[in-house]
């Protein structure tokens, strides 16, 4: 049974850093794609970044670059994301997703098969 269990979200001031970590279980995770994905309510989700398979290549939205970063643990079989220079608009629920099919070369999953329950980040002074 697969598992994603996110923690590390809560509130930070602007230009603040979080890092979040989503422990996963009942499969290895450098086997499958893996990702970050937000979503505020009311507004569609918004894939992150992802760690792409096969490869292990890290890719970010736009609105992320050069502040987030995406990285696993495979000893421990968890996945970080390392949020620096954080911004009110970062605010989200942040959840972890695994897609088990093909991805497309040089390219996130446009869909997940697995996600984790999400954790809360609010920037906000």
């Known amino acids: 049974q697969v598992q994603l269990v996110e923690s590390g979200g809560g509130l930070v001031q602007p230009g603040g850093s979080l890092r979040l970590s989503c422990a996963a279980s009942?499969?290895?995770?450098?086997?499958?794609?893996i990702g970050w994905i937000r979503q505020v309510p009311g507004r569609k989700r918004e894939g992150v970044a992802c760690?792409?398979?096969?490869?292990?290549?890290?890719y970010y939205a736009d609105s992320v670059k050069d502040r987030f970063s995406i990285s696993r643990d495979i000893p421990k079989n968890t996945l970080y994301l390392q949020m620096n220079s954080l911004k009110p608009e970062d605010t989200a629920v942040y959840y972890c997703?695994?897609?088990?099919?093909?991805?497309?070369?040089?390219?996130?999953?446009?869909?997940?098969?697995?996600w984790g329950q999400g954790t809360q980040v609010t920037v906000s002074s």
């Open positions: 760690i792409h398979y096969p490869g292990g290549s890290a």
């Open positions: 009942g499969y290895t995770l450098e086997s499958h794609a």
């Open positions: 997703a695994t897609y088990w099919g093909a991805v497309a070369a040089g390219a996130c999953p446009d869909e997940y098969d697995y």
